[in-house]
């Protein structure tokens, strides 16, 4: 049981550092609108933000219909990499939010590319 904990710490510990280093470099650096993610197990949500924290667009694969998480996210950011450039943003900052690089959120990535959209 004690080794379960000290693992745990180590997990929490590891994401907080990533989460603390991500986000002090793109809020220091960028003056664009930032795309922040939130993933569950289940589901992946993304927020649009500027630099006055009022939120241009939100959206979350929840309701998309596929047979994988990577398929069902790609159909539901293809959309809202569609909504970001109909309000004439092309350049943005992509805050991963302390998650690695690695799944959805680097699919996600790819698939911001794809709508144009230059980080």
């Known amino acids: 049981m004690r080794n379960l904990k000290i693992q745990l710490k180590k997990k929490t510990g590891s994401?907080?550092?990533?989460?603390f280093r991500v986000n002090s470099v793109i809020k220091a650096n960028s003056e664009n609108p930032r795309?922040?993610?939130?993933?569950?197990?289940?589901?992946?949500s993304a927020q649009l933000i500027d630099n006055t924290w009022k939120v241009l667009g939100h959206f979350s694969d929840k309701w998309a219909k596929w047979d994988t998480k990577t398929n069902r996210a790609q159909s539901a950011w293809l959309e809202f990499g569609k909504k970001i450039l109909s309000q004439?943003?092309?350049?943005?900052?992509?805050?991963?939010?302390?998650?690695?690089?690695?799944?959805?959120?680097?699919a996600f990535a790819e698939w911001l590319r794809?709508?144009?959209l230059k980080f």
């Open 15 to 19: 994401y907080k550092r990533r989460k």
């Open 35 to 44: 795309v922040i993610i939130q993933k569950s197990n289940m589901y992946v």
């Open 88 to 106: 004439k943003i092309e350049k943005i900052s992509f805050d991963r939010n302390g998650n690695l690089y690695h799944g959805r959120i680097k």
């Open 114 to 116: 794809e709508a144009w």
